[in-house]
C-alpha cells in the first residue's frame, strides 16, 4: 500500500454572480507516493499543482474523488481529526521570508511544533539542537532570528520545522524557487540528504523540469488540471512522450548557446506542429 493515494481528485472554485457556475480547477486526477519516494509534480502556473498540494494538507476542500493517506480518507477531515496529522504530514512553502516569523527566534520556530506535540521545553531543545544540525546549521542558530540569514539558511529552517515532529511526508510547494541557483542546488541536496536519513516521502511541486528531474523518483506532469503523464524521472524528463512535456523540456534553458538556439527552434516547430 502506498503512503498517499489519490483518486479521481476533482477540486471546484466558486465564481461571482448570479448563478455562475463553479470552475473545475482539477479534472479528476490520479496519482499515488510511496514509502521513501519523492513524486514530482511539474507544469506552468495555473496547471493545478499547488492546488493538489492544498487538498491533500487540507486546505482547500475536494469536490470529487478521494485522498488516502497511510490508508486513511483524509479529504473530509475537520478540525481535531485534521490537526492530528500534523505530526505526520508537513509542508515547506515557496518563500523562506515569509514562512518564518520574523518577531521568533529560530530556536521558538523550531520548538513549536514540538511543545504543540506534548513535548516539554527541554525535550524541544534538544531536538531542535539535533534538527539544526541535520540541515547543516550551526548550534548557535538557536538564539537568532530569521533576518539574520540568508534566503538559502532560511529555508533550511524552514526545512527543519518540516522535520520536527518526525512526518512521514512532506508536500514541498516549489521550495527552491525564491532562491539562486548554487543555493537550489545545495538545499535540493539536503532533501535528498535527509530522506536517505529518515525515509521520508516528498510530494514536490515545481515549475522547473530540471529542478524535478534532480530530486524526484517519478514525476507527474500537470496540464490544465489534468495529469498528462506520469512514469519514472528518467524517462519523463528525457524522453516525454506527450506533446506538453516535450514543450516543457525544450522551454529548459541551457548553458551552451548553440543548443540553446536549437532547442528554441524545435519548441517553435512543436507549438507550429500543434497549432
Given amino acids: 500500500m502506498s503512503l498517499l493515494e489519490i483518486e479521481d481528485l476533482r477540486v471546484s472554485y466558486p465564481v461571482k454572480g448570479f448563478r455562475a457556475k463553479p470552475i473545475e480547477i482539477l479534472h479528476g486526477v490520479s496519482m499515488e507516493v510511496g514509502h521513501g519516494e519523492t513524486m514530482g509534480l511539474v507544469g506552468e502556473s495555473g496547471s493545478g499543482k499547488t492546488t493538489i498540494g492544498r487538498a491533500v494538507l487540507g486546505l482547500v476542500r475536494p469536490s470529487g474523488g478521494s485522498i488516502r493517506f497511510a490508508g486513511q480518507e483524509i479529504s473530509s477531515l475537520k478540525g ?16 523562506p521570508y515569509t514562512s518564518l516569523n520574523p518577531s521568533m527566534t529560530i530556536g521558538d520556530i523550531l520548538s513549536e511544533p514540538l511543545i504543540v506535540h506534548g513535548a516539554s521545553s527541554g525535550h524541544a531543545r534538544g531536538r531542535v539542537r539535533t534538527l539544526l544540525d541535520q540541515v547543516g546549521l550551526p548550534s548557535d542558530s538557536i538564539d537568532r532570528m530569521p533576518r539574520e ?14 522535520l520536527a515532529p518526525g512526518p512521514k511526508l512532506i508536500v514541498c510547494d516549489e521550495p527552491v524557487s525564491a532562491l539562486d541557483l548554487s543555493t537550489q542546488a545545495r538545499v535540493l541536496d539536503l532533501f535528498l540528504d535527509i530522506q536517505r536519513e529518515t525515509g521520508v516521502s516528498y510530494l514536490f511541486i515545481s515549475h522547473d523540469l530540471g529542478v524535478i528531474r534532480h530530486i524526484s523518483h517519478r514525476v507527474g506532469v ?4 489534468d495529469l498528462v503523464e506520469t512514469g519514472p524521472a528518467p524517462q519523463v524528463t528525457s524522453t516525454p512522450e506527450h506533446d506538453y512535456t516535450k514543450r516543457l523540456l525544450l ?14 527552434q524545435k519548441r517553435r516547430e512543436l507549438l507550429a506542429a500543434n497549432a
Fill in 80 to 95: 481535531a481529526e485534521r490537526r492530528g496529522l500534523a505530526s505526520h504530514l508537513q509542508v515547506v512553502f515557496q518563500d
Fill in 149 to 162: 540569514f540568508s534566503g538559502g539558511q532560511r529555508q533550511r529552517v524552514a526545512i527543519a520545522r518540516a
Fill in 222 to 225: 500537470l496540464y490544465r488540471g
Fill in 251 to 264: 522551454a529548459s534553458p541551457v548553458a551552451d548557446p548553440v543548443k540553446q538556439k536549437e532547442k528554441r
